[in-house]
């Protein structure tokens, strides 16, 4: 089954063709990170107006590149929630009024799950149950996944996702946005030890998250050391080492209660070179085994939504969408 997806959640235009769930024919994405990056942030209005303009390029070129028809296309799915409201609703309705005048299978795919089924789209494939971080820009959650289509949420983020503390300290720091390969890069050449900044775990027997402490800390360090420019790296660095800290121990203790032998870490953040090192270190030592995507499925895309529609729609029982479907903004629980 030949899958056109389509990702428009946040601020990139994404399409992309993928057989039977796994083998990806064509992967197109087209990012807007120069239109925000002069106001520091996303601005919903403005990334809705850039999906209007780009969607229909994109999907030509992803069709193109797979060397298809949108006639030999078996079905069409796109990011139904959660995201922004506007951008959503150019590619949810454009995937409606496709699948309805060709008269094509259509579905609504969760954004999450698509990332939870990144890992299945290159390189060898995670054993059912595992254990999965889903860290982002929007989203930092662990997740037991007992199948494509059936995953629990253990626990998430109460406020700040780590990618979002990521950017906003970017800012602080006069970086730019995004700020993610900003401040690992940094990272890269700083002292992860020169600054002991606090680790958020809450309760350690649960699962929640939270960043809001860690990036008013980089804040207060900024606002109380006028020669911080001096060490910028050294912020960085330690900065990251406080979040992958958290992250990488709490996807492990998940995991370990779980008996999870597979742990995965996916979504943007999952690009992140550090806490790879970190997960896989720890991950090894308890003998269990890390999957991740490459990164060029770690950040938005439409290949994951395509791999995910894949497992609703050709399953025991299928499903498809209906024309009353709405977006959702939040997240959406299922059991």
């Known amino acids: 089954m030949k899958i056109l997806g389509i990702e428009t959640s946040c601020d990139e235009t994404a399409a992309a063709v993928v057989k039977d769930g796994t083998r990806i024919l064509s992967s197109v994405v087209a990012s807007q990170v120069e239109l925000h990056h002069p106001y520091g942030g996303v601005v919903p209005e403005i990334a809705a107006r850039h999906h209007l303009e780009s969607i229909v390029p994109v999907v030509s070129s992803a069709l193109l590149r797979a060397g298809l028809e949108i006639s030999e296309i078996d079905a069409i799915a796109a990011t139904r929630g959660p995201g922004l409201t506007g951008p959503l609703l150019v590619g949810f309705s454009f995937v409606k009024a496709v699948g309805y005048a060709l008269n094509l299978p259509w579905i609504g795919i969760d954004h999450l799950e698509g990332h939870l089924n990144s890992v299945f789209l290159s390189g060898p494939a995670p054993a059912f149950p595992f254990t999965a971080l889903l860290v982002s820009g929007g989203h930092t959650a662990i997740y037991l996944v007992r199948s494509h289509t059936d995953h629990y949420c253990m626990g998430r983020t109460r406020d700040d996702a780590a990618g979002e503390a990521f950017d906003k300290v970017a800012k602080m720091l006069g970086l730019g946005y995004p700020g993610g390969g900003i401040i690992s ?68 203790a998940a995991a370990l209660k779980n008996g999870s032998r597979y742990v995965a870490v996916v979504g943007g953040v999952a690009a ?64």
């Open 185 to 252: 890069k940094l990272a890269e050449t700083g002292d992860p030890e020169r600054i002991r900044f606090p680790r958020a775990f809450m309760d350690r027997s649960a699962f929640d998250f939270s960043f809001s402490g860690l990036k008013t800390a980089v804040k207060r360090y900024i606002y109380t050391h006028d020669d911080y420019r001096s060490h910028i790296n050294d912020i960085a660095a330690s900065f990251q080492e406080a979040c992958v800290d958290v992250l990488s121990q709490k996807l492990i």
């Open 272 to 335: 992140n070179q550090r806490l790879r090192q970190r997960v896989a270190h720890e991950a090894a030592k308890h003998g269990m085994e890390l999957v991740v995507p490459p990164p060029s499925l770690c950040g938005d895309n439409g290949a994951m939504i395509a791999a995910a529609a894949f497992h609703r729609l050709s399953g025991p029982d299928p499903e498809t969408g209906d024309l009353s479907d709405d977006v959702y903004s939040r997240y959406l629980r299922r059991k």
